[in-house]
């Protein structure tokens, strides 16, 4: 837990190293205090092979929230709460409770994502016909803590705060190499409805690099698409404390995005999707993956407030950025 502490400090540290932009490519919002509309979904997919041709597909029951947000300072500060439509819950498939926070920074230079996901209550799904259900496994658990960030090279030209949070406008197309890593740790865990290799629980820490690109198509002077994606090399085994001590596993990792979205000078509408891919267990024929994220559908009203305003244009507000 130290570690992971120890990390997310170093990352918030590095967000607030700010950097000329290129007002030609870029253009930052006047408003000062922005209101959301939301509704998202999370979600945790526990994928299991068991050879070429056997394979398990674990899915959670839990419906997506309605929520509203509040941004301050160009959205510095999001703190956003939701309701869950429950009506939409598959009653057949069971009970989900989860716990699922996702911190998504997107800073001018770095990126963060902060994951903290706790599921309990699953079914297994045939995939090849519609998920539809083949067996309940109430007590399989699955635990996921991850912690990634990556550098934005071109960081003048593009913004990712204008392709997924929208509190500036990207004018002109443009793209950017990107370089990071993260660390996970994961446990899965049942009474026997998941089993992998004679066990019925999976502990694993692993830690890596990773390197991508990211662009925005600009579609006329209101509309957008972004695209972007990592992919990564992970080292570790079954638990941190046999780090160095054991042998060592190497892991492969995913993190697409994508997101568009239309603008206008006072609101905007927004849609994206946060994908997270990682494998707690992999080789030839045996691999466990679990598909994490988020999908968002945003509407963003700005107010522009003048009081929060000094004389000389800056704000009263402190800059601090917390989006789930």
């Not at 694993?204 to 090399?233: H, P």
């Amino acid at each position: 837990m130290r570690f992971f502490v120890s990390l997310i400090l170093l990352f918030s540290l590095a967000c607030f190293c700010y950097g000329q932009e290129d007002s030609t490519y870029i253009k930052k919002h006047d408003e000062q205090i922005a209101i959301k509309v939301f509704t998202s979904k999370n979600y945790i997919y526990l994928n299991q092979e068991l050879g070429e041709e056997v394979k398990f597909n674990y899915r959670p029951n839990n419906p997506p929230i309605l929520g509203l947000g509040l941004s301050i300072n160009n959205t510095i500060i999001d703190l956003s709460y939701g309701y869950g439509f429950k009506f939409m819950r598959n009653g057949e498939h069971g009970k989900t409770y989860a716990v699922d926070f996702q911190l998504h920074n997107y800073g001018q230079k770095f990126v963060i994502d902060l994951f903290i996901q706790k599921y309990k209550g699953f079914y297994l799904a045939d995939e090849d016909n519609n998920n539809s259900l083949i067996a309940l496994c109430p007590d399989l658990q699955v635990r996921q803590y991850g912690l990634y960030g990556h550098y934005v090279f071109n960081n003048k030209r593009f913004s990712y705060g204008a392709a997924f949070v929208q509190n500036k406008r990207q004018k002109i197309s443009a793209g950017s190499f990107l370089l990071g890593g993260g660390v996970y740790l994961t446990k899965i865990q049942s009474d026997g409805s998941f089993v992998h290799k004679g066990k019925t629980t999976i502990r694993n820490m692993q830690f890596g690099i990773s390197a991508g690109y990211a662009y925005t198509w600009v579609l006329g002077s209101k509309w957008f698409i972004n695209g972007s994606s990592t992919v990564g090399i992970n080292f570790g085994n079954e638990d941190a404390k046999t780090i160095g001590k054991g042998k060592i596993e190497v892991y492969p990792t995913f993190f697409p995005r994508i997101s568009a979205g239309y603008n206008r000078s006072s609101w905007s509408l927004g849609m994206s999707y946060i994908g997270n891919i990682v494998f707690p267990s992999f080789s030839d024929k045996y691999n466990v993956s679990l598909n994490s994220g988020t999908a968002q559908i945003t509407f963003t009203q700005r107010l522009n407030l003048s009081f929060l305003s000094k004389k000389d244009g800056t704000t009263k507000i402190p800059s601090l950025l917390v989006r789930p």
